[in-house]
Structures are given as structure tokens and as C-alpha cells.
T-cell receptor, first 115, second 115 residues
């Protein structure tokens, strides 16, 4: 397995469900990110973890809860979502402290539909 | 503060013709600049970057970009477009002097290459 993987690729959930998105990076990077991509909207940064510490929380509603148990894994726990939360959720990683490797590598995304 | 603008929502070009996707930026110091491409139902894929050195940088799939400090631009170019280049293109900027290592993404430009 190489690069950044995300599971599941597709998720349909009701507004009262609880689910989790998983991201794993196999690149030895030390920073991981969650982004939300909605149709006709800019890419929205949600959370950033650097060396497992959360360094950014971009005013995200509490119904989204991130978890970073180690530098290779990132989770996004979801509960009581709203229909407007339907979007493509992208995970990314990068290597901080090395400007030659600052580019981000993205996973394929999880297409979330809230019904 | 850092910002990036992609002034065109969509660019249309005929196959075999040269293509340009525009990007301008604003940072307080010297920028780190990136281009990414997103194919349908996929994550963003890194194309190329400018950190320092030569103003003309070459990347994947025959793409190149020119850093122009006086015009604060970093336009993406390719000498001969392919239908398979049709995708969504994102420019991103990081300001290493701004105290944050989080990149800012443009809104994206949809490139359509006609056969």
C-alpha cells in the first residue's frame, strides 16, 4: 500500500447515525489534514495535526470530531450530521520542517451523503 | 496573510493547442507555490512546485509553471493539450514567513480540452 488511503470511499448515513472516516498515510509524513470539498465551493480546511498534535481547528461544528492516534493515522468521527454536510472529505499529509517536501499528498476521498 | 486567486472558473482549449491556467498570489514574504490536479471522484494530485531557484519549473505530465515575482503570478502551462488533461486544477500558496505552514488553495479552474 502506498500513498494516502481513505476508507470508506462512499458512505450514506442518516442524521442520527454515528460513523467514522479513516485515513492512513504510508509516506512517513508528520502532518495530516482533513478537508471538506463541496460542489461549487472552495476547498475547506477542517483540521490539521502536526506530530499528532492538533494545530488547527477551522471553526468546524462539534458534530465533527478528529482523532490522530499516531502520525500515520487520522480519523474523522461523525455524529448527528446535517444534509449540508454531504460532501467529499479529503485527507492529506505532508512533511513539515523540510521545505523540499512541503507539497501535500491527498487520499482519494470519502463521498459522504447525509440523508 | 496569504491568498491566491484563480481568475478563471473554466478554460477551454482544443487538443494540440497550448494551454495556460492562471494563478496570482499575495504573501508578505517569498512564496512557496504549488499546482495540483483533480480528476473526477479523486483526490488532488501534486503536479509541481516552486520553492526557490529557477523561475520555470517542470512537473508531471508535461506541465510547467513560471514564477513571476513582479506580477505575483504562477501560471500553469503545457505546450500541447491532451483530452486527458481535462480536470480541475488548483493553485496553492504558502508563506514561510507568515507563521503558519498551512497552504491556501485557490477556488480551482476547470480545464476542458476539446478533441
Amino acid at each position: 500500500e502506498t500513498g494516502v488511503t481513505q476508507t470508506p470511499r462512499h458512505l450514506v448515513m442518516g442524521m442520527t447515525n454515528k460513523k467514522s472516516l479513516k485515513c492512513e498515510q504510508h509516506l512517513g509524513h508528520n502532518a495530516m489534514y482533513w478537508y471538506k470539498q463541496s460542489a461549487k465551493k472552495p476547498l475547506e480546511l477542517m483540521f490539521v495535526y502536526n506530530f499528532k498534535e492538533q494545530t488547527e481547528n477551522n471553526s468546524v461544528p462539534s458534530r465533527f470530531s478528529p482523532e490522530c492516534p499516531n502520525s500515520s493515522h487520522l480519523f474523522l468521527h461523525l455524529h448527528t450530521l446535517q444534509p449540508e454536510d454531504s460532501a467529499l472529505y479529503l485527507c492529506a499529509s505532508s512533511q513539515e520542517m523540510d521545505r523540499e517536501r512541503y507539497e501535500q499528498y491527498f487520499g482519494p476521498g470519502t463521498r459522504l451523503t447525509v440523508t | 496573510a496569504q491568498s491566491v486567486a484563480q481568475p478563471e472558473d473554466q478554460v477551454n482549449v482544443a487538443e494540440g493547442n497550448p494551454l495556460t491556467v492562471k494563478c496570482t498570489y499575495s504573501v508578505s514574504g517569498n512564496p512557496y507555490l504549488f499546482w495540483y490536479v483533480q480528476y473526477p471522484n479523486r483526490g488532488l494530485q501534486f503536479l509541481l512546485k516552486y520553492i526557490t531557484g529557477d523561475n520555470l519549473v517542470k512537473g508531471s505530465y508535461g506541465f510547467e509553471a513560471e514564477f513571476n515575482k513582479s506580477q505575483t503570478s504562477f501560471h500553469l502551462k503545457k505546450p500541447s493539450a491532451l483530452v486527458s488533461d481535462s480536470a480541475l486544477y488548483f493553485c496553492a500558496v504558502r508563506d514561510p514567513t507568515g507563521g503558519s505552514y498551512i497552504p491556501t488553495f485557490g477556488r480551482g479552474t476547470s480545464l476542458i480540452v476539446h478533441p
